[in-house]
């Protein structure tokens, strides 16, 4: 049986830091879905919407 070298350590948080931790992980996630997608539209799709992101939408 392999057990984990390192004993479990209880991390306290600051208050606020949870939800500082939260909004930075879906902000994360956000980026990393979001990039692909305007990846595949300029490069796949060869739409317009990449440019209309960086010039606006009108």
Excluded: K, Y
Aim: aromatic residues 4%.
């Amino acid at each position: 049986m392999i057990r984990n070298a390192t004993p479990a350590v209880a991390v306290s948080l600051a208050p606020g830091e949870g939800r500082h931790i939260f909004f930075a992980d879906v902000l994360s996630a956000l980026s990393v879905r979001h990039t692909p997608a305007a990846v595949c539209h300029h490069r796949i799709e060869r739409d317009d919407v990449t440019l209309r992101m960086v010039r606006g939408a009108g």
